[in-house]
């Protein structure tokens, strides 16, 4: 099983259970826009990862303060980051899963969109983990 290895994206993760169904969902799609703009050779603020997926700036983040005396955030790798955010994606996914006869809009298996788009079935697989 993947973890997400950012304790501070955990800790978010863990909160976000207690939001209701309706910001979850708002939050799932932020973490999905994310995702898509994350460059895996540049370096992110915590606080920047927070924001975008909760509007909100997070409070009493561990500073790191440098010998030069500035304060900064420690920076988490994009490629690590992209990682986590796939988790956490998956992760809040899973909490947002309600039965399929609950679902107001239709759904499909596995085999009906490979047919669909007359593609196989491991395309669809390599599509649901990208």
């Known amino acids: 099983m993947r973890y997400i290895k950012n304790p501070d994206l955990a800790r978010l993760l863990a909160q976000l259970r207690f939001t209701p169904p309706r910001q979850r969902h708002k939050q799932l799609e932020a973490a999905e826009n994310l995702l898509s703009i994350i460059d895996k050779n540049k370096e992110y603020p915590f606080d920047f990862v927070c924001f ?18 500035l304060s900064e955030q420690s920076l988490i790798k994009g490629d690590e980051l992209i990682e986590d955010l796939q988790v956490f994606i998956s992760k809040l996914t899973s909490l947002l899963a309600r039965p399929v006869a609950l679902q107001r809009q239709k759904i499909y298996t596995v085999e009906q969109l490979a047919q669909t788009y007359n593609v196989s079935t491991k395309t669809i697989q390599r599509w649901r983990r990208r």
Do not use: E, V
């Open 52 to 69: 975008k997926i909760t509007g909100f700036h997070p409070r009493n983040l561990p500073i790191f303060t440098p010998p030069t005396g």
